[in-house]
């Protein structure tokens, strides 16, 4: 054999050996539920080049529905079981996020999330809703609490309104005290600026 088709094969040996290996990783990964948290942390790190900034615009141009009484009647379950309505959060400020435990960019852009809550949680008139989407409720718990998330987290007990459903994971609004949408983003975004919790605590102020 030459010493090209040596290397030719050599090389295409290698490149199986890599692709192998790449492909393996993946699978443990997906097996053991760490593709997750591996995808989310990549993408975290996106949300680190300000390209995915809640973008203030929106928030000016935004003229969404108002929620109705029944939207109103909206129940909701916390992990401990007890229910509640968003009806008990009418005339707040709300910062709904529907999200779940096993979608990466819900995971990446939830720590942006706590910097929010935070920054504008002390307002008596503010309100967080994280909405988990999760069919096994004890997994969206664990993320919770490995994570020491302190936002209210909950489960739908009753047919999510249909300003609240989206195709896509995660899809965040904020109502306003009027029970206004005025701000929709579906998809990964950062929520830690200064200026989208000066937003928030401006309207909670109205």
Known sequence: MTSD??????????????WGVILA???VL????????????????????????ANTS???????????????????ET????????????GDVVFVNVWASWCPPCVA??????????NVSGHENIAFLLLSMDENK??????????NFPMPYYFPASALPSEFRSPYLPTTYV???QGKVVYKKEGIADYSSANFARWMMEMAEQ
């Open 25 to 27: 990783t993946g699978a």
């Open 109 to 118: 852009e939830m720590p942006t999330i706590e910097t929010l809550y935070d």
């Open 58 to 76: 929106e928030i000016a141009t935004t003229d969404g529905p108002m929620l109705s009484d029944a939207d109103y009647r909206f129940a909701l």
């Open 138 to 147: 004890q997994k969206a718990v664990d993320f919770m609490e490995g994570k």
């Open 30 to 53: 997906y097996a053991t539920g760490l593709h997750t948290e591996v995808l989310g942390t990549m993408q975290r790190a996106l949300l680190w080049t300000g390209l995915f900034d």
């Open 175 to 177: 109502l306003s005290k």
């Open 79 to 90: 992990a401990g079981g007890q229910t509640v309505s968003l009806d008990d959060y009418r």
């Open 5 to 18: 088709k040596k290397e030719k094969t050599s090389g295409w040996k290698r490149s199986l050996i890599e």
